[in-house]
């Protein structure tokens, strides 16, 4: 079993404060509170070896980290090489003051950090390193804690592994707030992976590398602003491998893993791969060629970008034809906000088995539901409302309603108050508890709007009239210029999809995020600007579902050359 000095190895916080109170909540709790997600020993080899952690060079004199080791995917293979170095420059020196500092790795939950210490520690013995000896290199190594709570004694040279993929609303309040306050990149709705990223890179020394597999989502959303300002400011990205549609872990993921190295120097040319064989000798061949001082001409699947970091602007990472007319019509056009179109997402409420159901059987007081749209309510291109509505507890100047002035709407919110009151959103704030997570407009179901479902692989785009308030898995675009089917027309010949797949990240099966902080980067002309018999066409084209009309139409909105409409093809605009 595990030494008492090992257990006792852990960050210094106060005893008994709140923040140690959650972080011992978390040390105890279970897989998917803690967001891990193992990864194959063949891509952690691979990962390792574009770090340039191999065990051909003087590993013993060098620091690394490991934040989240979990299992020890990258921690077991890491002391593998680092031994293995070792042996080959130092073997005859006294081990323990030569590989004391060599590796700092961090484990929160308790069992898992327990299970890895057993494994390195008959790892250590495998090499012949004496039982005493061995145990007295894992308390110096390995921490059992909060990784982003972990002051660094010293800088690393390498830092590598997969960081725990948690959302916020799963973390409890106070770790949060502390988190905030030691992390700028914690910005928005960021998930866990962020700070852990920040916090990683600085503690790498000076030409000190990073190498992660984790979420790309952060590379272009919105929520990962300030972390790509911070690689632009004193970071190089050197190399870059998407990992879609790969089996990289030992579990099915949703979201878009990539591999990112990053070196605390300055930027140059970035390396990208695309979906590689998960097979040993493949990636050993793939990571060779990575690390060649120069690409030979024959190479075709890597290829050199630059330009890629600039600020806190979304990494752009394929270029191509596409990406270039996309370039052109940013540079010509102004954005949908800038042409008095407005671009949001319905209504989240936090439970929607209390706060939805048949319109006519919630038995509220009239002004108090809304009919409700949802994904399902879209078939062929139209809405076919299904009957359902939401309650609406908000009044008009933004509050929440008095219950005692609506009888009927008190009794049926207090009828469901444990499933209401027992939200997150219940929970800050008691006192509200009847409230809803978004904010409600009436006044927008009364507008007409088109309506666009979150998740697609293509772009689906749908004419609603002004009956219906959206759910929240449907995002929803009103105008004040343009006419509404004129701008359908527009954005289902493909602009959409050219946008949203550049900007975008991808799920798995290749599907596209179409959301709000996407659709407001598409580019579109004033409607004064645009002629008379084109608004004709472009209205008459969305309204018949005459796609060659509409295509035709786009082709003269935008002033595409042959070769443009041609680059398009992929993204909707065909005859």
Partial sequence: MMSADALQHQP?????????????????????????????????????????????????????????????????????????????????????????????????????????????????????????????????????????????????????????????????????????RRFTTLYDRADLYIPFIEHSLASLAKGGTLGFICSDRWMKNKYGGPLRAMVSNGYHLKAYVDMVDTDAFHSEVVAYPAITIISRKNSGKTRVAHKPEINKDKLTSLSNRFRAKKLPVSENQIKEVTGIVTGADPWILEPSEQLTIMRRLERTFPVLEDVGCKVGIGVATGSDKAFIGPYGELDVELDRKLPLVRTCDIHGGKVEWRGDGVINPFAKDGGLVDLEDYPKLKTYLEDRREIIAHRHVAKRSPARWYRTIDRIYPDLAAQEKLLIPDIKGDAHIVYEPGELYPHHNLYFITASEWDLCALQAVLMSGIAHLFVSIYSTKMRGGFLRFQAQYLRRIRVPYWSDVPIDLRKQLREAALSGDTAMGNEAVYRLYDLDKEERAALGGNGLRN
């Fill in 12 to 180: 210094s916080l106060p005893t008994r404060c709140p923040i140690t109170e959650a972080v011992s909540i978390l040390s105890s709790s279970g897989v998917e509170e803690r967001g891990a997600i193992y990864t194959r020993r063949e891509v952690v080899e691979f990962i390792l070896d574009l770090a340039g952690y191999t065990s051909d060079r003087p590993l013993h004199k060098s620091r690394l980290l490991e934040p989240s080791f979990g299992e020890g995917d990258f921690l077991l293979p890491a002391i593998e090489r680092l031994l293995e170095s070792w042996k080959r420059d130092g073997k005859n020196e006294d081990v323990l003051p030569i590989l004391s500092s060599s590796v700092r790795a961090i484990e929160l939950h308790k069992e898992t950090f327990e299970s890895t210490y057993e494994k390195a520690l008959a790892l250590l013995r495998k090499h012949k390193i004496q039982t005493a000896i061995a145990r007295k290199l894992l308390v110096q190594w390995l921490v059992q804690g909060d990784f982003l709570l972990f002051d660094a004694p010293h800088e690393f040279d390498f830092v590598v592994g997969n960081p725990p993929y948690v959302r916020q609303e799963r973390i409890p309040d106070v770790l949060v707030a502390e988190y905030r």
